[in-house]
């Protein structure tokens, strides 16, 4: 087995990951990417922008108060003031490593608006391409750090622990050899795991990967239920789903079900611009009834469309479609996982040695759910904190080791299984279908030994976010259960769970006889 060893091993290349490396100054980085560079990440899909309050009427602290009252009385306010109030500099520093905002005539920048957001503090690039840029941008000031080495095309799957520390990690490169990467610090940073549904907007990449590594070495997880659903991916049979940008909506692009009638309204007084699972589930009931639901922007975009939306738009020409002059079909998709690895305000996880960063981390900030462009900030934000904290630290010296990954097999059912959490722990959830599918997990996993690293975290991952579910008796946020509708005050509490606690959740059912208690116990759906 080749042998690397480096001060800091950061897994994952989104913009979490990238802006942690560019920040090590003076430190070796190796960043492991799954894919090339720029490509397999979300980050460089994001359509919607990064929000900050950059305006001059506003305000960090109206920044927090959004993102607190959207989290629903379970964010970390804590970690939420950190976003909101180190933002604008964290943009700065972006445009100091070249990233070019959309910007006014006068030369200022443009401040859009989202829901739920109070004031203007939006920041675009190129219309809805901010992801793309962004990930320009930070690829091309990694290229002028040579103390950054990218592996790309190389596949992590096991961390290496010993005496309790994370030391580094095991990996495939990119011709399928065996790799072990040893380090003084480990980052986290392989995004969402919106790749586990059957349904989703992400990277078939972010399938929760780095989750499963550090819950296999002890670490513990947190708000793992908390799923966000888009509403409006493009339906026209493309996996991973095309996305149209919720600013559609915000220019007054409106949701008509098979008959062009206009449901929003009557569901929620804004309408398509109601909070992101409201509108979600409007549109999943619609389409579990077998009608189909559409985005109609011919009168509030029309022509301009490639203009405004390029990305958008170049996803419906691809598709034969023309959203000038007819609406778009969707669907409601996995988008945005806000749990993840528990972490404080410097990203450190419950590991010694082991840091998370961006989606793969849970810092609280979101709490059951996220205002809009929240993540890519929180991305920055947090990659810069841990990189000092490791500056810190000085975890300079890789340890030396010897260890052997634990992980073999070839089998693969990640398609059964994509469909499987899509229908039982996607946008509405029931106790009786989320025992049925750890029934199946747990049938799965006892054929363990035959699978692949990548299927057998697949796996971990899935049953940590459905026993999180089964346990959240309530709706909140991003969590719906069909059988327990309203939010429940006493239940204003975060879920914090490891892989041992897990299992001994799972041990102590008798799946075969919870799934009968629990279709007679199941209320009707709201
Ligand atoms: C979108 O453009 O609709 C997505 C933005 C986000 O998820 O913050």
């Known amino acids: 087995m080749e042998q690397i060893s480096t001060d800091v ?5 989104g913009a979490a990951g990238l802006v ?36 001059e009427d506003d305000h960090p602290e109206h920044h927090l108060k959004d993102t607190l009252d959207v989290g629903v009385e379970l964010s970390c306010k804590d970690a939420a003031r950190v976003i909101t109030h180190e933002g604008p500099e964290l943009i700065e520093a972006l445009i100091q490593w070249g990233m070019n905002f959309d910007r006014c005539d006068v030369g200022k920048l443009r401040l859009g608006r989202e829901a739920a957001h109070s004031f203007r503090r939006i920041l675009h690039a190129n219309g809805d391409s901010t992801g793309k840029e962004l990930m320009r941008a930070l690829g091309q000031a990694l290229m002028r750090t040579p103390q950054i080495n990218v592996l790309e095309n190389c596949h992590a799957y096991e961390l290496i622990v010993e005496n309790a520390r994370v ?38 990449t972010a399938c929760g990967e780095g989750l499963a590594m550090a819950a296999r070495a002890g670490a513990r997880l947190a708000d793992m239920e908390f799923v966000q659903f888009h509403p409006t991916a493009i339906d026209v049979g493309i996996k991973p789903m095309p996305l149209a940008t919720e600013a559609l909506r915000g220019e007054g692009a409106e949701l008509l079900d098979s008959r062009g009638v206009r449901f929003m309204p009557a569901i929620h007084d804004d309408a398509e611009l109601a909070p992101r699972d409201v509108v979600a589930r409007a549109i999943w009931r619609r389409t579990k009834a077998g009608e189909k639901v559409y985005l109609d922007a011919t009168k509030a975009v029309g022509a301009a469309f490639p203009d405004r939306f390029p990305t958008v738009w170049g996803y419906c020409r691809n598709s034969g479609l023309d959203p000038r002059e007819e609406a778009i079909p969707v669907t409601p998709a996995a988008h945005y996982h806000m749990g993840g690895i528990d972490v404080d305000l410097d990203g450190r996880s419950s590991l010694f040695g082991l840091w998370a960063v961006g989606e793969a981390a849970c810092t609280g900030v979101h709490g059951a759910n996220r205002l809009a462009s929240n993540s890519l900030l929180e991305a920055i934000v947090f990659g810069r904190r841990v990189a000092k904290d490791i500056l810190m630290k000085n975890y300079k010296d890789p340890i030396y080791t010897d260890p052997q990954p634990t992980s073999s097999g070839t089998r693969d059912l990640s398609q ?24 199946q997990i747990v049938d799965w996993q006892d054929q363990k030994g035959s699978f692949t690293p ?5 796996l971990i991952v899935a049953k940590m976010i459905i026993v999180s579910a089964l346990e959240r008796r309530e709706s909140r946020g991003g969590h719906f259960r069909n059988d327990y509708p309203q939010t429940d005050p006493k239940q204003a509490r ?31 759906p709201a």
Request: charge should be negative.
């Open 9 to 13: 091993l950061i897994i994952g290349a």
């Open 494 to 524: 975060r879920h914090k769970i490891t892989l041992r606690e897990t299992d001994a959740f799972i041990r102590g059912l008798n799946l075969g006889t919870d799934i009968q208690g629990a279709e007679k116990s199941c209320q009707k």
């Open 454 to 458: 990548s299927f057998a975290n697949k």
């Open 20 to 55: 942690c490396a560019l920040e090590l100054e003076g430190l070796d980085v190796c960043v492991v990417a799954k894919a090339p560079l720029g490509e397999g990440s979300s980050s460089a899909w994001a359509q919607g922008g990064i929000a900050a309050a950059m305006g």
């Open 167 to 204: 030391k580094g990690a095991f990996a495939k490169d990119a011709l399928g050899n065996d790799l072990q990467i040893t380090a003084g610090a480990v980052v986290m940073a392989t995004g969402g795991v919106g790749g586990l549904f059957g349904y989703t907007t992400n990277p078939q």
């Open 416 to 439: 059964p299984l994509a469909d499987l959490l899509y229908k039982a722990c996607g946008v509405e959830r029931s106790e009786s279908g989320l025992y049925e599918a750890l029934a």
